[in-house]
């Protein structure tokens, strides 16, 4: 059997050995793109040349290792023998390689200095898992350094390892690569680690031994040694205040293991909640936040119009909402409670009383975000109060429009004129038919009016639609289609689907109304995770396709498309979107402005999808 040729090149990098394989096979790649991560690594380790995802359980560590293929040699005691194309007969046997590697390779020790013994669970060629970011291959602005890209080359060895506890867990180990004869690393590494489920750092580079004390009553309180290997997310509890037009909201996030102290939960270590057991959860937290931490808006007492809740995890791409089909295990499960409390304008002044403290948490992070920023703060016992205060001189309330029809179809009637020119006229007929004095006074009535028709033309000029066009021009329909998605996106601000088709109302014709409002709520009115409506930020590359006019009255339908740039925040990350859009409108003049008589939504993509 003759095996790819680009595994027999590294016969020259592995000496005597030379690896080979019998197949290639392609994996399903996880991508984290911008839109679905709110946390952007910067270390570059998650696309290093060698990756290791490490999981505590509680019969021992499991490790998932890609392993570059130009650094196979680094790991070359888990390679099997079978993959050998040469005589391999003097190669010590799997065991004896195993441990070699267990005390040389990469190794989990021990407080003592033991290494734990490792297995190989699976071990194939595959081609690496996407890591990739927003920033990954970008260049830093402030510091021109390059953020790290993963090898051109994507093929890797595909290993499971499993080190065994043998029925004595230990409260610390010490994680380490690779390392050459001078004691420097043998292969770059970068890693992750969980514990039971739990994220316990983000991803780093395993430069050398890393020791980890393990929390067995709970992971969330497992932590590395050396303070730059921690995850993102560090409090259990955070609270964050979004003042934004039309609505203040006060969020909560929340460890479910945390809410025990106030809903007496009874939960244990590694309990999973079913989906019957999730919707309880989330119906008691959201009241019990509801009743808790009073809010005072300019100076009032005011309680939420309404609240909802999600519960999520913190992964290496941040916050993920759980599908309610899922069961979660709650040593990783946080409760993100979202309470609304609309509000027409910016308030001058806010404050939350935070009345949630415990034995565990006896310091709340708050973050107050409007549009000038986040401003960082927190609560304590001794000092409890959240407060925000409007300090925005420059800020503009949007607000909706009429969009006046204007342009090509209409023109101005100077209509004072025009009344002048008439009696202008009927003098001149009566001074033709007239004799003496009579002809006098007539030609001096057409003198009079002739003066004030010249005069009185720039003044009282009325509109009129010109009876012979049924449509604007291409630019005049753009424009007005234009005005009227900035106006749609103002009504998408409301907190509530009435409110929203209250706003719409003045947009559309009493015969479509209902049915546009409904396709604006279904297609353009962009969700986000944890509920709520994206605000639009930009519209792009608007055009009109298929313009026609009207057969009865003034307007048009065309095929419009155009692009939004939307962004929304929950729980103290944004979620941004890039959504692509087209649409069949029909637009229709009504009382002097335009308004849209038909919308249908034909398609809402993301770009490249």
Known sequence: MKWPAWWCR????????????????????????????????????????????????????HIQLEIYVGDAQEFAELIP???????????????????????????????????LPVRISRIEPLTRIDRTTALTGQRDPMTGREFPKP????????????YDFEDNRPDVVEIAPPTNPDGTPGATIGFVTFDRGVPVANFAYLSGPARLKIDWSDPWYSRFANPNLRRHH??????????????????????????????????????????????????????LLARRNSVLIDGEPTAPASYRAELLTITTAGLQVVED???????????????????RDLPESVSVHWDMFSDNITS???????????????????????????????????????????????????VLSLIASAIALGGGVIAL?????????????????????????D????DVRNPMQHGPEPADATAAFAALLRNINTANLEGSREDRDTALASLTTSSSRSDVAAEVNRALALRVPGGGVARVTDVSELMLEELSPLENGFGFRALAAWTVRAHAGHWGHTHRRLVEHRALVEIVEEDGNWKLDGLTVIEARLPDA
């Open 433 to 457: 038919r007239s004799r003496g004095s009579a002809r006098k006074v007539a030609v001096g009535m057409v003198f009079v009016s002739i003066t004030g028709a010249v005069l009185l033309w």
């Open 81 to 115: 023998d079978e993959w050998f194309e040469t005589d391999v007969t003097d190669r010590p046997d799997k065991d004896e390689r195993l441990v070699v590697f267990a005390e040389k390779g990469l190794t989990v020790r021990r407080e003592d200095g033991t290494a």
């Open 364 to 414: 709340v992070p708050t973050t107050a975000i409007d549009a000038a920023g986040p401003f960082l703060g927190g609560a304590t016992p001794d000092d409890p109060n959240i407060k925000w205060r409007n300090h925005l001189l420059k800020y503009e309330d949007p607000v909706i429009a009429p969009v006046p029809v204007a342009g090509a179809g209409r023109f101005p009637l100077p």
């Open 325 to 343: 089909t899922n069961t979660i295990n709650v040593d990783e499960a946080f409760l993100g409670v979202i309470l609304s409390f609309p509000w």
């Open 234 to 287: 560090q409090s259990g509890l955070t609270t964050y205040l979004y003042v934004e037009p039309r609505e203040l909201r006060h969020e909560t996030l929340i460890r479910v293991r945390d809410l025990d102290d106030w809903l007496d939960l009874g939960l244990s270590p590694g309990q999973h909640l079913s989906s019957s057991d999730q919707q309880k959860l989330k119906s008691n937290a959201s009241e």
């Open 10 to 61: 590294l016969r020259e990098t592995l000496g005597h050995v030379s690896l080979v394989l019998g197949a290639f096979l392609v994996v399903t790649s996880l991508t984290l793109t911008p839109s679905s991560a709110d946390y952007l690594p910067l270390s570059g380790a998650e696309v290093a040349n060698n990756v290791a995802e490490i999981r505590i359980q509680n019969d021992g560590i």
């Open 151 to 162: 090898p051109d080359d994507p093929r890797v060895v595909f290993a499971e390892l499993f």
């Open 459 to 462: 003044v009282a000029k009325v």
